[in-house]
């Protein structure tokens, strides 16, 4: 039996070797999908970390062209009132101006009127 005792050992080391070698086979297929996996999850990181940067960029850039409006909107509502009062004044002048005319047209003792 001791010849065969030998055989066996030798069977069963060659087989646990196999054996062994496939599950560390196994084993770094699987890592080796992880470090894919993990990649790909890092550069997905890395395009939403730039879509965010660039969403905020552009959010500050719409908050300055909204002040910048609301401003010019501002400067063009104190013209527009500053127009409107000019508007005014001409209108009063040109009323007192017409009526000036008339009342300088108009005589009450003038017989060719009557």
């Not at 070797?17 to 890395?46: C, H, V």
């Not at 660039?54 to 500053?82: F, G, P, S, W, Y």
């Not at 002048?93 to 009526?99: D, F, G």
């Amino acid at each position: 039996m001791g010849i065969f005792e030998g055989i066996e050992k030798l069977i069963n080391e060659h087989g646990s070797a196999t054996i062994l070698k496939e599950r560390l086979s196994l084993a770094a297929d699987q890592y080796a999908a992880l470090e894919r996996k993990n990649a790909e999850t890092e550069r997905r990181a890395q395009e939403a970390e730039v879509g965010k940067l660039t969403a905020e960029v552009r959010a500050q850039n719409a908050e300055m062209r909204i002040k910048n409006l609301e401003a010019e909107n501002r400067h063009l509502r104190l013209d527009n009132e500053q127009l409107v009062k000019e508007i005014g004044n001409l209108k009063k002048q040109l009323l007192q101006s017409i009526s000036g005319e008339i009342a300088a047209d108009y005589d009450p003792y003038d017989q060719k009127r009557s």
